[in-house]
Every structure is written in structure tokens, then in C-alpha cells.
């Protein structure tokens, strides 16, 4: 199946500093990625979907603002949590779609363990 | 958004036995697809279901799918220790965004 990456693995970064996420399909190119939070034991929710070479799309609630999305070529997006709060320590995780006919199948990457003190 | 629940939260089973997780949904479907998830780790995709499929199988994985009552159940056979994991319905309504909204998830411990 497709491959998705995501980088890096985990961050440990101090309050009030930017964190950047980047998520990558290695095998295909991905018109549409989208970026989840996951806390622990609870389900992903989706934050925003990210359109390639246009604005992303934010989930009611979250700030656009603070999560930053770029998604400038059909194998990158990139999340920047600025201005971290210990709040918004969680795991965030990428997919990337691919839409063959009417399916919609998703490849998830390996997830980010972000950790704000 | 987490458009519906999965039940049980949590299921333990001994290896062997069968292991069975239900999800209902809200709003029509163009499918309905199945993800385990690791502790800490990312998802990986089991099986899609489409919306005129009533049942699918894959391995030891049987899917069943109601639309009438908008459930779908997951089944795996002859459970295994490394079939510990959570679990994760998710549906792909109409619509443009295609967008996946999943369930509440169930983690399932098969005991050696």
C-alpha cells in the first residue's frame, strides 16, 4: 500500500515556541492530506484537510492561526503548532487520500508525539 | 467530529476466540472502512465496506453492514495476542470533502 511519513516522530519543545510537522507521501502524490489530533485513549478528530496549493480547510474550533498549514507541493504538508501550549501536547497524525473511483481510502502516517512544557 | 460510537469501549478475550466490535454512524454513507491502530502509533487501513455491500471478508476479518440501521460490525476470527490494538470504524459520507469521521474506537486485548 502507499506509504506515508511524517517528521518527526516525537518533539519535546518549551512553551510558547513554534513546532513544525511535516507529513509526506513517499510513494504517490496526495492532492488532498488532512491532519488529525488524537489525546490519549480517544479517537482522532480532525483538525483541518489541506488542499495542495490552496488555503486548508480548519474543523470548527480549531485556530487557524495556531496551526499553520502549508501543503505547497502533492507530496508535503506541513503543520507549525505556533506559540505551543503544555494544551496542545497530543499526538497529531496525517493522511494522505486517495481517491480511486468512488473510494476514498486514506494512508495514515506513523503519527507525531508533541509534548509542550 | 466523531460521527458515531463503537461498542464495547474495551474488550478482553483469550486467544482463539473470536472478537466481535460494532460502530453505528448518523448520516448516509458512501462507505464504511476499518482501522487498527497500535498503542502510539499511526492507523492502518483493514477493509472498506461499500454502501450496497451487506457483508466483506479479508483474512480473519468479517465486516457486516446495515444501512438501514447504520451499524457495521467487525469480526476477527481465532484472535491472536499481536491483534491487540484499538480499533476504529470511520464513514465516508457524500459530499465534497470526503472528509473520514471516526468512531469512539474500541481496544481489544486478546490474552496469550
Known amino acids: 500500500g502507499a506509504v506515508v511519513s511524517q517528521h518527526p516522530s516525537w518533539v519535546i519543545c518549551k512553551s510558547g515556541t513554534s513546532v513544525k510537522i511535516e507529513c509526506r507521501s513517499l510513494d504517490f502524490q496526495a492532492t488532498t492530506m488532512f491532519w488529525y489530533r488524537q489525546f490519549p485513549k480517544q479517537s482522532l478528530m480532525l483538525m483541518a484537510t489541506s488542499n495542495e496549493g490552496s488555503k486548508a480547510t480548519y474543523e470548527q474550533g480549531v485556530e487557524k492561526d495556531k496551526f499553520l498549514i502549508n501543503h505547497a507541493s502533492l507530496t508535503l504538508s506541513t503543520l507549525t503548532v505556533t506559540s505551543a501550549h503544555p494544551e496542545d501536547s497530543s499526538f497529531y497524525i496525517c493522511s494522505a487520500r486517495v481517491l480511486a473511483g468512488s473510494y476514498n481510502e486514506q494512508f495514515f502516517g506513523p503519527g507525531t508525539r508533541l509534548t509542550v512544557l | 467530529s466523531q460521527q458515531g460510537e463503537e461498542d464495547p469501549q474495551a474488550l478482553s478475550i483469550q486467544e482463539g476466540e473470536n472478537a466481535t466490535m460494532n460502530c453505528s454512524y448518523k448520516?448516509?454513507?458512501?462507505?464504511l472502512q476499518w482501522y487498527r491502530q497500535n498503542s502510539g502509533r499511526g492507523l492502518v487501513h483493514l477493509i472498506l465496506?461499500?454502501?450496497?455491500?451487506r457483508e466483506k471478508h479479508s483474512g480473519r476479518l468479517r465486516v457486516t453492514l446495515d444501512t438501514s440501521k447504520k451499524s457495521s460490525s467487525l469480526l476477527i476470527t481465532a484472535s491472536r495476542a499481536a491483534d491487540t490494538a484499538s480499533y476504529f470504524c470511520?464513514?465516508?459520507?457524500?459530499?465534497?470533502?470526503?472528509?473520514?469521521?471516526f468512531g469512539s474506537g474500541t481496544q481489544l486485548t486478546v490474552l496469550p
Open positions: 470511520a464513514t465516508d459520507a457524500y459530499g465534497s470533502a470526503r472528509q473520514l469521521t
Open positions: 465496506i461499500r454502501s450496497n455491500e
Open positions: 448520516t448516509s454513507i458512501n462507505n
